[in-house]
């Protein structure tokens, strides 16, 4: 019969870049897995930081290539988009790359106030001020920009600038976000945030020009979709760096877009993307409209969150017992929980990579994977992976443990990070990974696993 190794490698082109076995033993970006079980046990996150640096520098180096390519006459800006992981060793790595922030709520902005204090971030880095905005937020705004931080709120209503007018007292930069169509599998067709397409130049006209205080600098557009190279994303874009060029006629101080973000990640062994070809496209395709319009052509920012900090991240678990439930559908069941944990494999099907940690050489044959909660649907199988799930076989005294990987953006968040969970399954371990200045793997434990106690004082028995 053939073994675990035998099946992956002949289904997928394997080992790949992060992936690779070596004794029977998966290593994720080359970090023993099993090492890491050996002295935390499981379950556990784990986040690999330097992954976060390795994709940044790689977008902003193939940004820079194609913009040297095409004689773009503009620069590139790479923005963390802060709400995939606001988790402070996420964004100290992705700080030390050159980047910039993005925020999306109220209580993002004490986070930029700390980072500020402990010296990571300046005055000079700019903090992109997204999402629909409680009074809250637009006051931390107005705060950021009386004190000069590099602060460019992105309007979402016509009436958000009348708030900045009134409360800072200094000159201001503005973007607005293009609210825009959505794909036509969608339940509605236009985007809840930002402004309609036919009320942004009556915007800059009545409110901004007339401003003594604020200037417009960026446009900003969003497709939740993603960047991908369809015939919708092309004609968004297309549509939006129009009416950049229309705008830039009567508005001088425009000088920015912002793209967005949406760049996919690895979601199984089989993805094929090819970010060169769309960033050199995007590119090509910002010039060649501007040219055609006569007009200069736009700095670019992104601001990519997923793309940053997922495919540092991971999740293992220990097998703790199997159960055949009828002749055919045999379960695995993992001491840990997939709508607790993993919160988007349960809520949006996300896939994930999914791999057994050890056992490679043994045998295998299909199962289902089970979680600790009494909801039926705390479960990983054919359905919601992307084919049949495959483990090895557990037939002596080894225990298996395995790996869901490409996990790090959003599952914290949403899966309530350190609250109350369903059936009170405790926030696993969280293990950090790094390398030092001679590449030796080092680990550190942020987070011990959630107790019982915390649990009782949250919900008022303490």
Not at 23 to 48: A, S
Not at 68 to 79: A, D, M, Q, R
Not at 144 to 173: A, G, H, M, S, W
Request: hydrophobic residues 35%.
């Amino acid at each position: 019969m053939k073994s675990y190794r035998e099946l992956i490698e002949q289904t997928f082109e394997f080992p790949q870049e992060e992936f690779k076995v070596w004794e029977h033993e998966l290593l994720f970006n080359d970090v023993p897995l099993m090492d890491i079980i050996k002295q935390y046990g499981t379950p556990l996150k784990l986040t690999y930081l330097p992954r976060i640096s390795e994709n940044i520098r790689f977008v902003q180096a193939t940004f820079n290539k194609a913009i040297e390519k095409f004689k773009y006459k503009g620069t590139y800006t790479y923005c963390y988009c802060s709400k995939s992981s606001h988790f402070s060793f996420v964004m100290e790595e992705a700080l030390k790359n050159n980047t910039h922030l993005e925020t999306s709520s109220s209580f993002d902005i004490p986070i930029i106030r700390e980072l500020y204090e402990r010296g990571k971030i300046t005055k000079d880095h700019y903090i992109l001020c997204n999402g629909f905005k409680m009074p809250l937020y637009t006051q931390y705004i107005s705060d950021l920009l009386n004190d000069e931080f590099n602060c460019v709120p992105i309007l979402d209503t016509l009436e958000e600038i009348d708030i900045y007018e009134q409360k800072v007292d200094k000159p201001f930069r503005v973007g607005i976000r293009v609210a825009s169509d959505e794909e036509p599998n969608f339940d509605f067709y236009t985007s809840r945030l930002g402004i309609r397409y036919s009320d942004i130049t009556p915007l800059y006209k009545d409110k901004i020009e007339k401003s003594q205080k604020a200037s417009l600098k960026m446009l900003h557009f969003f497709i939740n979709t993603g960047i991908k190279d369809t015939a919708y994303y092309w004609s968004e874009l297309s549509r939006f760096i129009f009416k950049y060029c229309e705008l830039k006629k009567i508005c001088p101080t425009l000088d920015s877009i912002d793209i967005g973000g949406g760049f996919p990640i690895k979601t199984s062994l089989t993805f094929q993307y090819d970010y060169k070809y769309m960033i050199e496209q995007i590119v090509e395709n910002i010039k060649w409209i501007c040219d055609k319009n006569n007009v200069e052509v736009p700095h670019i920012f992104t601001e990519f969150g997923s793309y940053t900090v997922g495919e540092s991240g991971a999740v293992l678990y220990s097998v703790v017992n199997q159960k055949l439930q009828n002749d055919k559908e045999l379960w695995y069941m993992v001491n840990g929980s997939f709508i607790t944990h993993l919160p988007d494999a349960w809520g949006l099907k996300q896939k994930y990579v999914l791999l057994a940690v050890n056992k490679w050489d043994d045998p295998y044959h299909k199962v289902n994977i089970g979680g600790l909660t009494c909801d039926s649907m705390d479960y990983y199988n054919s359905e919601s992976h992307t084919g049949e799930v495959f483990m090895p076989m557990i037939n002596d005294e080894e225990p298996l443990h395995i790996g869901f990987f490409h996990t790090g953006a959003y599952q914290e968040s949403l899966g309530g990070y350190g609250g109350i969970q369903h059936c009170l399954i405790p926030a696993p371990q969280h293990v950090l990974v790094d390398r030092n200045e001679d590449g030796e793997i080092t680990t550190k434990l942020f987070a011990a696993a959630q107790t019982s106690e915390s649990m009782l004082k949250l919900l008022g028995y303490k």
